[in-house]
Structure formats: C-alpha cells, structure tokens
T-cell receptor
C-alpha cells in the first residue's frame, strides 16, 4: 500500500538552531499536512498545503508542497524549547474515492536543548 | 469550548472485557474519524463517518464497532478486548472528506491487563 517516508526519525538540536524534516511518497497527494504532537495530547495542525510548489509559513515554521506532489518538507527556524515534540507529515489523495483518508509519516521526534 | 473531545482519557481494563470510547465535536464538521496510534507512535486510520454514514473501514477486526448517532458524535465500541488492542485511540473531524485538514482530540489511552 501507500507509504510515507518521513526523515529524520529524531533530531537533537540546540536552542536557536534551524530544523528541517521531510516526507516522500510513492504516490501523488493533493494535500500535505504537518502536525505536531506533544505528550498526552493529540496531533495539532501546523500547516496545510493544497497546491504543488506552494510555500506556506506559520510563524517560525515554513512548509512546502513539492513540485512532483510526492514530497513535502517542514522547516523550523531559530528553535526554542517549546518546539519539542513529534512532528508528523500527512498526505491526502483528495479524490472522492479516498474519502478523506490521511496517510501519516512515522514522525520526527525533535528534542531541543538549551 | 474544546473542539474535539473524547472520553475517557484513560481506560484500563482486563482482557475479554467490552468497552466504549465516546467522541464529540462542536466544530459543525460533517466527517469524523477514529485513528489508532501504536507504541511506536504510528497513526493509522480505522474508520470514517460522513454525515452518520460509514465511508472508511480499514480492515479493522469486527470486534470494533463504530456508531454515529448524529454527525457531532462518533463512538467506538470494542468487544472482547485483546492485549494487542492496547494503544492510544484518537478521534478527529473535518468539514468534509476532500482536501480538508483534520482536527484531533486528545486521545484515549487504552491499556489491557
């Protein structure tokens, strides 16, 4: 079946550094979403991307929808301790037969040290 | 004013029991989902309902039975619980099924003894 490959699996960074993570797929998606999950909570939507090539920012976060529609990346600039968490990419084919089914990546665990 | 709320947050029970998890959303969304997150944090969709109609059933054992009494509620009943059912179960909702971001509840951590 479809698989999303998310990398890296984990990152240990110092406060103030930039973080990059990406997702690739063997299939084309019409929507890419990036979520953050903190312990004991559900995934929280960070950025939604709907068009190939789209570059969208949300504060210190920037995400891009790859031109091939098979990949996306997320950047976090000038990381701070509260950026700690697991970041998930998710893709949606966006066709009526997929019925909103989201495919999730395995997550990137981000740890920020002061 | 929680958008997607699930109860209970924690559920500890013995193998073989039957249990239910409830979910409610006050976002006015038409579509609701159940996801399972395993111990490696992998999220996988189980079911989806659109306007009370089941539209996704991802080869989940029939011990799991979702029910949607109205479009703001989606409950999950699990019969004859097994050790492998231990996981965090997340409810989510979206305005519709196509090209819409999904909003998640805080999860129900199910532990089977």
């Amino acid at each position: 079946g479809q698989q999303l490959n998310q990398s890296p699996q984990s990152m240990f960074i110092q406060e103030g550094e930039d973080v990059s993570m990406n997702c690739t797929s063997s299939s084309i998606f019409n929507t890419w979403l990036w979520y953050k999950q903190e312990p004991g909570e559900g995934p929280v939507l960070l950025i939604a991307l709907y068009k190939a090539g789209e570059l969208t920012s949300n504060g210190r976060l920037t995400a891009q929808f790859g031109i091939t529609r098979k990949d996306s990346f997320l950047n976090i600039s000038a990381s701070i301790p509260s950026d700690v968490g697991i970041y998930f990419c998710a893709g949606q084919r966006g066709t009526t037969d997929s019925w909103g089914k989201l495919q999730f990546g395995a997550g990137t665990q981000v740890v920020v040290t002061p | 004013d929680t958008a997607v709320s699930q109860t209970p947050k924690y559920l500890v029970t013995q193998m073989g029991n039957d249990k239910s998890i409830k979910c409610e959303q006050n976002l006015g969304h038409d579509t609701m989902y159940w996801y399972k997150q395993d111990s490696k944090k992998f999220l996988k969709i189980m079911f989806s309902y659109n306007n009370k109609e089941l539209i996704i059933n991802e080869t989940v054992p029939n011990r799991f039975s979702p029910k949607s009494p109205d479009k703001a509620h989606l409950n999950l009943h699990i019969n004859s619980l097994e050790l492998g059912d231990s996981a965090v179960y997340f409810c989510a909702s979206s305005p519709s099924t196509v090209n819409q971001p999904q909003h998640f509840g805080d999860g129900t951590r199910l532990s089977i003894l």
